[in-house]
């Protein structure tokens, strides 16, 4: 730069600082987003015999996979499926995220996400959910779980919880008959239905929609049956309304129609939800 005088002086470019600046922040920005993406990235966890076989290219033979979303549906398999002793726990799924990340016990997260076998019949897969997915891993979840499974002759059953408030009917009295079922399922889906399809405009969403989507793409037979209750904690009638949508896989699956008042009291307890103000 030139004065009046004649004299060149160096100036010195603001410019070129902010740009550096920007930079920076801008490769600061990007390294926080990739560290969340990676946090926030849904994990498997199977146990050392299955992981081996996933490992060496095999694919879990699966020919019925159940999937419980919710605390009442959770609940159900727990008191008239999982209270036999034919099952193994096999893995688990790890979920990270604005709601899960305040649990402090590590434990309690591997407990609300559990995958179990049939012992004397590996190909029957139950999995159940009871944290919460976001909307940014539901894809992940889906899509992880189901490129475990052999997807030739696989039958997956969703057995989903949905409050009455979010039911849509011309008939403002349907709300008393809660809790009832309804049914979605995909186009490869050709067993006989347990329930009344889902009407319009109600929708399926969370994990539910996501799995249901996951098949309907990869032309996998599947079906969400999902109650609509009144209630929020799991409540003996409701779990029981789930007992029709299990009924048809009894070759598969021994559904113990009568669970004791014991076994329904301690499934009861140890999954009440914790979600007033006075506790």
């Not at 002793?85 to 309690?108: F, T, Y």
């Not at 490869?188 to 249901?212: K, M, R």
Request: aromatic share 8%; hydrophobic share 35%; with cysteine.
């Amino acid at each position: 730069m030139a004065t009046f005088f004649g004299e060149v002086l160096s100036v010195y470019s603001r410019a070129v600082e902010e740009d550096d600046e920007d930079l920076e922040e801008n490769e600061e920005d990007e390294q926080i987003r990739r560290e969340l993406e990676e946090k926030r990235e849904v994990q498997l966890h199977w146990s050392p015999e299955v992981s081996d076989s996933l490992r060496s290219g095999n694919k879990l033979q699966c020919s019925d996979f159940i999937l419980a979303v919710g605390y009442n549906a959770a609940s159900f398999l727990s008191a008239y499926v999982l209270s036999s002793s034919n099952w193994d726990k096999v893995g688990h799924s790890s979920v990270w995220n604005e709601r899960s990340r305040a649990l402090s016990d590590q434990s309690s997260e591997e407990s609300a996400c559990v995958f179990y076998r049939h012992k004397d019949n590996p190909s029957v897969l139950m999995c159940q959910v009871t944290c919460y997915i976001a909307e940014d891993q539901l894809f992940q979840w889906a899509e992880k779980v189901f490129d475990c499974l052999q997807h030739r002759g696989l039958n997956v059953t969703v057995l989903s919880d949905c409050s009455v408030a979010d039911y849509k009917t011309a008939d403002y009295l349907c709300g008393s008959s809660a809790p009832f079922l309804r049914s979605l399922h995909t186009s490869a889906f050709s067993n006989q239905h347990v329930c009344q399809s889902l009407e319009q405009p109600n929708i399926v969403t969370g994990l539910s929609a996501a799995v249901l989507n996951h098949c309907q793409v990869h032309h996998i037979a599947a079906v969400v049956y999902q109650c609509y209750s009144d209630v929020i904690g799991p409540d003996s009638v409701t779990m029981e309304t789930y007992k029709p949508a299990l009924t048809k896989l009894g070759r598969s699956i021994q559904l113990d129609t009568s669970p004791s008042t014991d076994v329904l009291r301690k499934v009861i307890r140890t999954t009440d939800i914790q979600s007033n103000l006075y506790i």
